[in-house]
């Protein structure tokens, strides 16, 4: 099975960009699409963005559309966020989900991205 293993959250100040990494393991990895989905203190994990199997097909959130995107790398079994001009409501721990048309859902065990000046 699927495992995943997030990277790149830090504390950064509003303005700021940051890069989340997501490298997967396991034979079927480039089967399944994948997302980052967010949790904040006392609120509900939420999701962020998504990118196909394939990786031709994205969706966002829409408090983030412009200003995050979504990529993966088969060849390097990752998966980025790439994270632009963050605002300190996007401070949460990002989790990184990956599912399969079969129902399989593997979850990382989250990054933590902190925004304050």
């Known amino acids: 099975q699927v495992q995943l293993v997030e990277s790149g959250g830090r504390s950064v100040q509003p303005g700021d960009s940051l890069r989340l990494s997501c490298v997967g393991s396991?034979?079927?990895?480039?089967?399944?699409?994948m997302g980052w989905f967010r949790q904040a203190p006392g609120k509900e994990r939420e999701f962020v963005a998504s990118?196909?199997?394939?990786?031709?097909?994205?969706l966002y959130e829409e408090s983030v559309e412009g200003r995050f995107t979504i990529s993966r790398d088969k060849a390097e079994n990752t998966v980025y966020l790439q994270m632009t001009n963050l605002k300190r409501e996007d401070t949460s721990v990002y989790y990184c989900?990956?599912?399969?048309?079969?129902?399989?859902?593997?979850w990382g065990l989250g990054t933590q991205v902190t925004v304050s000046s």
């Open positions: 989900n990956a599912v399969r048309t079969s129902g399989d859902e593997v």
């Open positions: 396991g034979p079927t990895f480039t089967q399944y699409a």
């Open positions: 990118i196909s199997a394939r990786g031709d097909v994205t």
